[in-house]
Structure formats: structure tokens, C-alpha cells
């Protein structure tokens, strides 16, 4: 008997979720450096990295699923319903960042950084539609966290990252210059960077799959579940704790102290859940604090020879902003060009090592794509908490309004001390990412508007 058409019946129903499998893929593939740069950015002999376009093989698995969700329309014609207005908000942000192209310092730097965006975007509302639990991603993306923890823990231990062309991981050393590290009297300690470009990027993006932990920890009822969740938080924090990154430990205790005080007072269990979760946290913390005393201690004490510099390097980048601003705040200097602004504006003989974004996203976003354009990003970040408050089940609702107050905290908290949620591809997708699993959480199996 011809099996064909069963074998072709069979493929037809894969279609439809094909592309959750491969984004889901993504998800836990977001890590991953890999990259082909095909344009390269030189500046007096030393490489522009804001200057270099690359196609990264997150790129095309963001593609592949973009490209599969299409297909499988005719299969699943309806969208998840979520808020007009905030639609509107990207679609705002995105009209500006394209606007911004005609006022760009180098149009083709603006075309990437928009493509970059627009990449993210997409990211965002596929993570939105997926009609899986909204517990598989949020795990996929805890367990590629506690793989980033565990190569934390070996470049940590070894003070070494090798070099990978597969993985995207270039060779760290402490003894090298420009290498991320601690200085003590005992020597220089390397930062642990896992596949990420600077350890500052691993601090944070282990900041998200913490809380993502914790927000299975407090809904789940199953004890088998909550032991392994227990299990996975010590790994999670030793490995943020390794990246010595000051800004991730303090957005991840904004943001878990978040939790209590978007909760119903009624949720008892819940309450009792995230103080046992937050426990494990911090006694970890706390237990490789007092560990690796004299590192953690150097990295407190802003008055190191290190920490100094960086503090000073920060200082002038917001002088650099300030002066900036004064005649483009209106339209911006153009997506992705804000460091050839510092060249071209402000300093013709900087040096490509010097031509780095202002440590302050909101700053950095006014000046890309001007007052517009960071107000309807403003905009997209309190409509998507407002988005909370839409979860059908009564019960629950401020439990999923706090998880996704918590993910909303983050980009805000770490945007006060950095920029990589902007400048970088792999910011882009971690912030888009924790966009999209935040509205997942508050609309579970909502299928109501056709396309």
C-alpha cells in the first residue's frame, strides 16, 4: 500500500508548529556569538566593533521561524490579542528608528542598526504568538542560562575563555590588555564572560533567567518541579556572581524585591514560595561573597585603580552625550551611529578603543533617534506592565502581573548603567526576548483575533 500520502499528510501537520520548535531553539541559542562579519571596521589600525556588520547564526534561526510562522498561516490563521496601544508603541518606535536613517551620519550604519531593531521586533511578537506553555520557553531559557553558568564557573576557574569560531568565543586572558578583570594585590582575576561579548552582558542576561526561576517556582504545584527550580537557582547565581558585574546583582535585587509588592497579599503559597526562592539566591550570594571575599570587595570599593577608570570612562560619556545632545536631540544622530558622532562631531582623532555608547540606554536613545523615539520606547515598557493586569484567571493575575513587573524591571534597572540592550545584537535579542516571554505569561492560550 502507497504510503505517500500519509507521509505527506503527516508534514502538513508538523507546519503549523514547526516554527515553536525552532524558536524555541533561538531562545536557548540567544547566548551564541557565532557570527560571520562580512564588513569589516577598521580605525587607525584598531577595529571599530560599532562599526563591523555581521550575520550571527541567531540571525537565521530568527528568520527560519519568522519565514514558518508565515507558512503556517493557512494553518492557524489567528493571532494572539494584544493591546492596541501597544502595537502602536513599536510601531511608533519603529517609524522613527526608520525615519531616523535620513538624518544618519552614514546611512548604511543606520540601515543595520534599523534592521537590528526591526530583527528584535520580530523576535518580540513570534514569542508572542506561541501557542506552547508559556513554561517551555520560560525554560528553555532558564536552562540556557545555567549552561552560561556553567562555562562562568570554568573560565572562573581555569581564568581563561579559549577561543571558538563555533561558539563565537574569542580568546580572554587576564594578563592581556583590555580583558575584563579584578584587580587585587593578589594579581588580576578574570571576569567570566561565558559566550558573551563582556561579562557585564552574562551578569544580566543570568539576572533574567533568575527571575524567570522564580516565576516558575511560584506557579508551578508540582514538588518534583519546585526541587528542580531549587536546584538550578545556586547554579544561576554563582554564575552571576563570577561575571563581579555590580550592576547585575543590583538589578537582580530590585527586581526580585519587585515581586512581594505587586502580589495579592492573599497569595500566601506564592509569598512563601518566592521567600524560599530569593533565600536560596541570596544565601549563595552571600556563601561566594564570603568566599571570594577580596574580589567582591575590590569590586564594591569604587576607589581601585579599575574601578576608577571605568567610573571615569562613564563620567566622560555622559559629558560626550551632553554635548551631543545640544543640537540633535530632536532627531538623533541616526540608529547605530551614535559612536561615529563622537568622530565626527565631537573628536576627529579618537581612537576606535574610545569610540564606545553612553552607559545610559535612555540618553543613548535620544540621541539615535531623538525625543520621539525614546518616548515611545518609554511608552512600549509601561504599556507592556499595564499589559499584566489582562491575565483571564482572577487567581492568578497578580502573581503573572508581578513576573512580568519583574521582567520589565530589568531592561529599566540595567539601562541606568549600561547600553548593550541597544548597541549590541545580542542585547537586542535578550531585551526583546524578556518583552515577549512578559506578555506570554499574561496572555496564556489566547487565540482571538484573525489575520
Not at 514547526?18 to 584598531?46: D, S, Y
Request: proline letters at 5%.
Amino acid at each position: 500500500m502507497d504510503q505517500s500520502p500519509q507521509r505527506t499528510h503527516g508534514l502538513i501537520h508538523l507546519i503549523p508548529r514547526a516554527w515553536e520548535g525552532v524558536l524555541v531553539l533561538t531562545l536557548f541559542a540567544l547566548p551564541l556569538q557565532t557570527r560571520w562579519i562580512w564588513h569589516e571596521a577598521v580605525i587607525k589600525n584598531e577595529v571599530w566593533e560599532y562599526g563591523r556588520f555581521s550575520l550571527y547564526g541567531v540571525d537565521l534561526l530568527i528568520l527560519l521561524a519568522l519565514i514558518l510562522w508565515l507558512a503556517s498561516r493557512p494553518f492557524q490563521p489567528t493571532i494572539r490579542r494584544v493591546s492596541p496601544l501597544l502595537w502602536m508603541s513599536v510601531t511608533g518606535l519603529l517609524l522613527v528608528s526608520f525615519l531616523s536613517i535620513y538624518f544618519a551620519l552614514d546611512a548604511s550604519l543606520a540601515i543595520n542598526g534599523f534592521s537590528r531593531l526591526l530583527e528584535g521586533v520580530a523576535l518580540f511578537f513570534l514569542i508572542t504568538q506561541l501557542r506552547l506553555s508559556w513554561r517551555i520557553p520560560v525554560w528553555t531559557v532558564v536552562l540556557s542560562g545555567a549552561v552560561q553558568s556553567l562555562l562562568a564557573f570554568f573560565e572562573f576557574i581555569l581564568q581563561r575563555v579559549p577561543e571558538s569560531k563555533w561558539f563565537g568565543l574569542a580568546t580572554q586572558d587576564p594578563s592581556f590588555s583590555g580583558v575584563s578583570v579584578v584587580l587585587t594585590s593578589a594579581g588580576r582575576f578574570l571576569r567570566a564572560y561565558g559566550t558573551f561579548p563582556h561579562p557585564n552582558i552574562l551578569g544580566g542576561f543570568l539576572v533574567y533567567c533568575i527571575v524567570l526561576a522564580i516565576a516558575l517556582l511560584v506557579t508551578t504545584e508540582k514538588k518534583r518541579v519546585r526541587m528542580w527550580i531549587s536546584a538550578f537557582l545556586p547554579g544561576l547565581s554563582a554564575g552571576m556572581l563570577f561575571s563581579f558585574s555590580r550592576q547585575s546583582v543590583l538589578g537582580l535585587l530590585v527586581s526580585l524585591m519587585s515581586f512581594p509588592s505587586m502580589m495579592a497579599y492573599k497569595a500566601k503559597a506564592q509569598m512563601r514560595l518566592w521567600t524560599w526562592g530569593t533565600g536560596i539566591v541570596f544565601v549563595t550570594l552571600a556563601a561566594l561573597g564570603a568566599i571570594f571575599s577580596p574580589l567582591v570587595l575590590t569590586r564594591l570599593n569604587v576607589a581601585g585603580p579599575l574601578e576608577e577608570y571605568s567610573l571615569d570612562a562613564r563620567a566622560t560619556g555622559v559629558q560626550q552625550a551632553k554635548k551631543l545632545l545640544v543640537d540633535v536631540w530632536p532627531q538623533g544622530v541616526g540608529i547605530g551611529n551614535y559612536t561615529l558622532a563622537l568622530q565626527k562631531k565631537l573628536d576627529s582623532n579618537i581612537e576606535a578603543k574610545d569610540m564606545q555608547p553612553v552607559h545610559i540606554l535612555g540618553v543613548l536613545i535620544l540621541a539615535e533617534v531623538g525625543i520621539f523615539g525614546l518616548a515611545f520606547y518609554a511608552l512600549f515598557l509601561i504599556l507592556l506592565f499595564w499589559e499584566g493586569r489582562h491575565h483571564p484567571e482572577p487567581a492568578r493575575r497578580s502573581t503573572h502581573l508581578a513576573i512580568a513587573g519583574a521582567l520589565v524591571i530589568i531592561p529599566v534597572f540595567l539601562g541606568l548603567w549600561d547600553h548593550y540592550l541597544w548597541s549590541l545584537p545580542v542585547g537586542q535579542w535578550i531585551f526583546w526576548s524578556m518583552c515577549g516571554l512578559a506578555v506570554l505569561v499574561t496572555h496564556p492560550n489566547e487565540q482571538t483575533t484573525h489575520l
